[in-house]
């Protein structure tokens, strides 16, 4: 079995990874879009008092502040970027499940550029929702650079001289 078959399922499962976050943005961005010509301070209020939480408190209170400015215009910017998202996610699973070269270059870089802001993040405060998030990122990148070197290093091999 060649090191390409090897990685094969690891590439399939960061496809699977990133259709589900395709998904996920795709419907945060539709319930984005639900929320058009309603009163989003008055539906964060309630959400808020459903949940049993003091609106007083710094985060609940940041929430309803942010829903206060969200216009129309804003939540149709905030869907339609939630959509581009989902849709470069999308590609990008699509073409892990096929294993494109492209694809694999796109999960490496998009990857890597949040390697940094998670190291950050550690930095600040450390939890278990913030090792896991880097640990698997780390490990989505280091399995999409390992495929990608593994193929430059047999397209070197098989190149006649």
């Known amino acids: 079995m060649s090191q390409r078959n090897y990685l094969s399922g690891g590439v399939r499962a960061v496809a699977v990874i990133e259709a589900i976050k395709a998904l996920l943005v795709l419907l945060a961005g539709c319930g984005l879009l639900s929320l058009i010509h309603r009163d989003v301070e008055e539906?964060?209020?309630?959400?808020?008092?459903?949940?049993?939480?003091?609106?007083?408190?710094?985060?609940?209170?940041?929430?309803?502040?942010?829903?206060?400015?969200?216009?129309?215009?804003?939540?149709?910017?905030?869907?339609?970027?939630?959509?581009?998202?989902a849709l470069i996610r999308g590609v990008q699973a699509y073409g892990l499940w096929?294993?494109?070269?492209?694809?694999?270059?796109?999960?490496?870089?998009?990857?890597?550029?949040?390697?940094?802001?998670?190291?950050?993040?550690?930095t600040q405060h450390v939890t278990w929702l913030r090792i896991a998030t880097f640990l698997i990122n780390l490990g989505v990148v280091a399995c999409l650079s390992l495929v990608l070197y593994s193929s430059h290093r047999q397209t070197a091999v098989e190149r006649p001289r």
């Open 43 to 85: 539906i964060a209020s309630r959400l808020i008092r459903h949940l049993h939480l003091d609106p007083a408190n710094r985060y609940p209170h940041i929430f309803v502040d942010a829903a206060e400015k969200l216009t129309d215009s804003r939540l149709l910017l905030l869907a339609s970027l939630a959509l581009l998202y």
């Open 98 to 122: 096929h294993e494109r070269a492209w694809a694999e270059w796109l999960g490496v870089v998009t990857g890597s550029i949040y390697l940094p802001i998670e190291i950050y993040g550690l």
